[in-house]
């Protein structure tokens, strides 16, 4: 887990590993790299809290990278990049295909909605240092 800042934004970056995948550190690198290329449509086009997660996500089949932000009050936006094995660092945006998430990415993304009901919605006075600061530590 790493908490990243750019620009104005602030991001959670988790990482899900099936057992027997080698971890490359380039896959953080790639998952900034297109959070970044992403971020001006979204400062044009959205009303957004300048807050979010990534999920680099590598198992055997495929690796995907999902990155969530927050928009309005209690939206969630997503798009998910995925890449196969043959070539496992180009990573293609397929979030119009409808193939999005599995039972260990909802994990994080279930996490993440009780972090901003609880330090951003519920509150009168909202935290986003909180929200920011609390993640999810597991290895299941």
Not at 11 to 22: A, R
Not at 45 to 56: A, K, L, N, Q
Not at 75 to 103: M, Q, W
Request: aromatic residues 16%; charged residues 30%.
């Amino acid at each position: 887990m790493e908490l990243w800042k750019f620009q104005f934004w602030s991001f959670k970056i988790y990482i899900i590993s099936e057992l027997g995948i080698e971890w490359d550190s380039k896959y953080i690198l790639i998952a900034k790299e297109i959070v970044k290329s992403e971020i001006p449509k979204i400062e044009k086009e959205d009303e957004h809290h300048r807050t979010g997660f990534i999920t680099i996500h590598l198992a055997k089949s495929f690796n995907q990278i999902i990155f969530d932000w927050w928009a309005s009050e209690n939206e969630l936006r997503h798009l998910v990049f995925k890449a196969y094995p043959e070539d496992p660092f180009d990573f293609k945006n397929i979030t119009s295909s409808g193939k999005a998430f599995c039972i260990w990415e909802l994990k994080v993304i279930g996490f993440e909605r009780d972090s901003w009901c609880n330090h951003i919605l519920k509150k009168v006075h909202p935290s986003f240092d909180k929200y920011i600061n609390e993640v999810l530590d597991t290895d299941e």
